[in-house]
């Protein structure tokens, strides 16, 4: 019934824009599956290391007004068990999966893609821009345009899946690295990281409310960042876009998509509903698309580009 | 919504050797089986079940076991503490005659529902069961209810020589109840389960909790997918029979799976 919804994103077609992106949600192949049954198209892993990750004490979190700081310190099983959660949600689930990885090094990124390559996930994510872990490994990758290029590009020769490659949006610009993505060989993008970090104090005990001190900012108030992010990538590099950060409704969606996203990452929006929020956002697509007089979600126009400096 | 809360510790009880009951001067508006995250923003955070909660005062009741609350145990009245919540599910309040199944710490969120089921003029009954008499909890506190109870130790250094599990299966078999609750650990629930025939019930489950607001998918449980700081940690029947995951393992702070 949700036809009016499916997106083609690198050769699939996929029932739902919404993807669950990576970090959220989805440690247990049974929350991807949950994801799925309320609506969700594709879903991430976490990112993945070649080492379990206890990730950050706590406090990992901390909410404020206009969404949250996370620290999780990438916490998860390793590649190994979390490749096992994949396939034991492939059992049941016919539904793309993005598996997400991290590395701090060339030779880890290979070795992950290599395991990624032989699982029967569709589609691999590069974090290169986790912002909480810099005590660890200092400044994300993704700051670099000559890293990106070196991973992706060390990436694509290790498995025929397409390769996304999500991007930090703490860099003072973006296109060039975007255009090292590029030209490494990416088939896609995702947009954006938290932003940040940033640091919350409680004022009593006169400490910093998250243990790592800093945390990466996501919710509400990061929507605007993603958007001209967004917007600016699509105008001047050709690769499809999953737009991530601060969507809430079918209406969040929807400028997303105007900005230049094929797909859209729900995230923190899970915490103030659950996974039915999935639902909620997909009724709010179908009623825009009604109210507008389009059929399809894909009939939408984007903004026009903006126009090529130089 | 945030739910974050500065507070001095009002006063410290020592229950046993092992367990303290730390007392907060704050109206907190929580229902039995609801949890709070506590930090001292030095040594980690934890859930904490609420073990008593009034009108102007709240506690939580603590086993020293690893770093985070033998740190706990070196505060003092006075120390604040960092407090988010209360969070997750509650047990439903019933007005009949109901069983509750208590064993070793986890025993004391039986208490913050006993005094609400009393209150909805409920007829409680409690298995209070621990390995031994010094690890028994909240006795003179139940006492002060005057509720039918039970107490039983594995080694029958104090009340009957059992399981809280054998003697639910005992009790179950003579009254009629019409809801049974039980906090514990896993594996006696899990063992509790199988006496649980033909009664409803509510089990209060615990996961690995990290974010505790239901975005970092730490404390998910199979197969269901569900949150066991949301949805849970108090899940009813339909929903424990149908867990894969109940009485055989659950994942550590890494997200890899650890057997019972
Ligand atoms: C919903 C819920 C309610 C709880 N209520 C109480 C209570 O009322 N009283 C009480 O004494 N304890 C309670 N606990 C358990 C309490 O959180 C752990 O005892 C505490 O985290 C141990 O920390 P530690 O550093 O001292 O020990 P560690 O050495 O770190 O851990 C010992 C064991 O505690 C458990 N644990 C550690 N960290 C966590 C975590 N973040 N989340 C869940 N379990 C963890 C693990 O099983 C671990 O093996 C509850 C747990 C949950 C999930
Ligand atoms: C608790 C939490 C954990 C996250 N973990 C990861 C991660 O492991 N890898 C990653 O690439 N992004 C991670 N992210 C970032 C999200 O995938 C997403 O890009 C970001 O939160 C913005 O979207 P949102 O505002 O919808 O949450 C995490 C975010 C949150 C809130």
Redesign the pocket.
């Known amino acids: 019934m949700h036809k009016r919804l499916k997106i083609k994103f690198l050769g699939s077609e996929i029932d739902s824009p919404i993807v669950l992106?990576?970090?959220?949600m989805d440690m247990s192949f049974s929350s991807l599956q949950d994801a799925i049954i309320n609506g969700a198209g594709i879903v991430t892993s976490?990112?993945l290391t070649v080492q379990p990750r206890a990730g950050h004490e706590g406090p990992v979190?901390a909410e404020f007004e206009g969404?949250?700081l996370?620290a999780?310190g990438?916490c998860n099983p390793g590649i190994d068990d979390g490749l096992k959660e994949i396939e034991q949600f492939k059992t049941n689930f016919a539904a793309p999966v993005i598996v997400?990885i991290?590395a701090t090094n060339v030779h880890d990124f290979m070795q992950l893609a290599k395991k990624v390559d032989h699982s029967s996930a569709e589609f691999l994510?590069l974090?290169l821009?986790?912002p909480n872990v810099f005590d660890e490994f200092g400044i994300p990758l993704a700051a670099s345009p000559q890293q990106v290029f070196e991973i992706i590009k060390a990436v694509k020769e290790m498995t025929s899946k397409p390769v996304i490659a999500?991007l930090s949006p703490n860099v003072h610009a973006i296109i060039p690295i975007a255009e090292s993505a590029q030209k490494a060989g990416a088939d896609a993008l995702c947009l954006?990281?938290?932003v940040g970090p940033g640091m919350l104090i409680d004022i009593r005990m006169r400490k910093p409310i998250l243990k790592n001190k800093f945390g990466?900012m996501?919710?509400p108030c990061?929507k605007p960042i993603a958007l001209k992010l967004i917007y600016e990538v699509h105008s001047k590099i050709g690769l499809p876009i999953i737009g991530?950060?601060?969507?809430q409704s079918g209406e969040d969606v929807i400028e997303m998509w105007m900005a230049g996203a094929s797909l859209v990452?729900?995230?923190?929006?899970v915490h103030y509903n659950g996974m039915n929020i999935f639902t909620k956002i997909k009724q709010e697509i179908i009623q825009f698309l009604e109210d507008q007089n389009y059929h399809l979600l894909m009939d939408v126009p984007r903004l026009p580009s903006q126009v090529r400096e130089k | 919504m945030i739910k974050r809360l500065t507070l001095k510790i009002a006063r410290i009880e020592t229950e046993t050797k092992n367990v303290k009951t730390f007392h907060f001067s704050h109206k907190l508006e929580a229902e039995p089986g609801q949890f709070i995250m506590v930090t001292d923003y030095e040594n980690g955070e934890k859930p904490f079940s609420l073990s008593i909660c009034e009108l102007d005062h709240f506690a939580i009741t603590v086993k020293r076991i690893g770093d985070f609350t033998n740190q706990l145990f070196q505060k003092k009245c006075g120390d604040y503490l960092s407090i988010r919540g209360p969070y997750g599910s509650s047990f439903f309040v019933s007005k009949k005659k109901v069983l509750l199944v208590g064993g070793g710490c986890a025993v004391p969120t039986l208490y913050f529902l006993s005094k609400r089921l009393l209150s909805n003029n409920a007829d409680v009954t409690l298995i209070n069961g621990a390995k031994t008499k010094d690890e028994l909890i909240f006795v003179d506190k139940f006492h002060s209810l005057f509720i039918q109870e039970y107490f039983v130790t594995d080694d029958g250094s104090f009340g009957e020589k059992a399981t809280s599990v054998q003697k639910a299966e005992e009790i179950l078999k003579t009254d009629n109840f019409s809801f049974v609750y039980a906090s514990g650990p896993e594996l006696m629930l899990f063992a509790l389960k199988d006496k649980l025939k033909k009664i409803n019930y509510e089990f209060l489950l615990e996961r690995y909790m990290k974010?505790a607001i239901g975005?970092?998918g730490s404390c998910t449980i199979d197969p269901l997918g569900i949150r066991m700081c949301v949805e849970g940690p108090v899940l009813n029947r339909e929903k424990i029979e149908k867990l894969t995951e109940f009485g055989h393992y659950h994942r550590d702070a890494s997200g890899k799976r650890i057997g019972f």
């Open positions: 992106p990576a970090g959220v976490k990112s979190v969404g949250m996370n999780m990438l997400s991290f994510e974090n821009s986790c999500k954006i990281n938290t990466g996501s919710g990061i991530t950060g601060g969507v990452g729900v995230g923190t929006a | 974010c975005v970092c």
